[in-house]
């Protein structure tokens, strides 16, 4: 059983969706987990809950778009907990658009969060993990990574640059014992994708994605947090530089 006692975990954008999926995950197979989130009362709900699994969480509350953010993320955790062994890229925004309805200042935000703060997190905690001669990076990416999307052209295109800079890391730090891959979800049911689209009720939008789906079905946020605590675990310590699916067939038609 995939266990992560004495681990040190970061999860961005842990205060909803995927992420938090992904920190109770975590918290479920002993992490010390490292929140980040940027509010702050999501955020100490998130922290009380996943103390009540018995595992020692802390809230980072914190705007990846601001640049000094991951040096403050690496020295609370540092201090909180001595070392940094997984860190998982998840926070990221969705704004829907074609090259002529995007504009630049949401061109230049998409790519900002979507892919910059994952360079920006690495840049910060590499080091650490160099130093250890271990750890483990999990970038969440998308299925819209591994191809193209109508309507989503700068989402798009930060997830396959955010796939790229995956396989890149994983060659130079290889050698390091650093290990870094990506999952690719498919649609899943969390407020992004019920906020991208605005007509019909919940249940009704849900059924229309599922209906492009070989799986017949959106995916839970926990079955995307299956897939990530794997990766992130020693359990895939032969993995680096992947980049994988997780989407119920999508991207294999
Ligand atoms: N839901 C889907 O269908 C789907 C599909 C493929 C990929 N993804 C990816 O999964 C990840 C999680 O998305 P989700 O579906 O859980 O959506 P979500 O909106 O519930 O979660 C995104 C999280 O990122 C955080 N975030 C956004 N901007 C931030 C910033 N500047 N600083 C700090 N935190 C910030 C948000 O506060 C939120 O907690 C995203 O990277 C998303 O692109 C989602």
């Given at each position: 059983m995939i266990n992560f006692e004495g681990k040190t975990c970061i999860v961005t954008?842990?205060?909803?969706g995927i992420g938090l999926a992904i920190a109770t995950k975590l918290a479920s197979r002993r992490a010390n987990l490292v929140v980040v989130g940027r509010n702050e009362a999501r955020g100490q709900e998130a922290v009380a809950r996943l103390s009540r699994e018995g595992v020692k969480s802390v809230l980072v509350t914190a705007d990846l778009a601001d640049a000094a953010a991951p040096a403050l993320i690496r020295e609370r955790t540092l201090e909180t907990f001595g070392r940094i062994d997984v860190l998982i890229n998840n926070a990221g925004i969705l704004i829907n658009g074609s090259v002529l309805e995007c504009s630049e200042v949401d061109w230049d935000r998409t790519l900002d969060i979507n892919l910059s703060s994952a360079f920006r997190m690495s840049r910060a905690i590499l080091p650490t993990m160099i130093a250890q001669r271990a750890g483990s990076i999990v970038n969440i990416a998308s299925d819209w990574a591994l191809m193209g999307a109508k309507n989503a052209t700068a989402y798009c295109v930060s997830k396959a640059a955010l796939a790229q800079l995956t396989r890149c890391m994983a060659l130079d730090f290889a050698a390091d014992g650093v290990r870094v891959n990506a999952i690719c979800p498919g649609d899943t049911d969390t407020p992004m994708l019920d906020q991208a689209f605005k007509d019909g009720d919940h249940a009704s939008k849900m059924a229309v994605l599922a209906a492009g789906i070989p799986l017949g079905r959106v995916a839970r946020a926990d079955e995307i947090a299956n897939a990530t605590v794997f990766l992130a675990s020693d359990e895939a310590s032969f993995m680096t530089g992947a980049l994988i699916p997780?989407?119920?067939g999508t991207s294999a038609q």
């Open positions: 954008g842990a205060t909803s997780v989407d119920g």
